[in-house]
Nanobody
Framework: EVQLVESGGGLVQAGGSLRLSCKVS????????IGWFRQAPGKEREGVSSFCSSDGNTYYADSVKGRFTISSDNAKNTVYLQMNSLKPEDTAVYYCAAVGPVGGWGFYPPSSYDYWGQGTQVTVSS
């Protein structure tokens, strides 16, 4: 059974940092793509970042480029999202998602992913 479990969310002041984790079970990273998404109240779910183990490429939304970094620890089957210089507009529930196996990946919408975690709340105060 495939499971994704996010953790690391919380309340932080603007300018602060958080690191989200997405622990994956039920499959190994090889050949899978992992994406981070977020959804603020009243808004659609939007892509934040994605990573594909097949080609090692990473992708970021323009709104987080230079501030967020996606990385993985294959030994721990965990993908991370390091979030620096956080802004109040980054406040949302953050989700990780997976799809695979894939030969390559890009920055695709939520409908492209097969598996989802339950989400973790990130709140940035001004």
């Amino acid at each position: 059974e495939v499971q994704l479990v996010e953790s690391g969310g919380g309340l932080v002041q603007a300018g602060g940092s958080l690191r989200l984790s997405c622990k994956v079970s039920g499959f190994t990273f090889d050949g899978y793509a992992i994406g981070w998404f977020r959804q603020a109240p009243g808004k659609e779910r939007e892509g934040v970042s994605s990573f594909c183990s097949s080609d090692g490429n990473t992708y970021y939304a323009d709104s987080v480029k230079g501030r967020f970094t996606i990385s993985s620890d294959n030994a721990k089957n965990t993908v991370y999202l390091q979030m620096n210089s956080l802004k109040p507009e980054d406040t949302a529930v953050y989700y990780c998602a997976a799809v695979g196996p894939v030969g390559g990946w890009g920055f695709y919408p939520p409908s492209s992913y097969d598996y989802w975690g339950q989400g973790t709340q990130v709140t940035v105060s001004s």
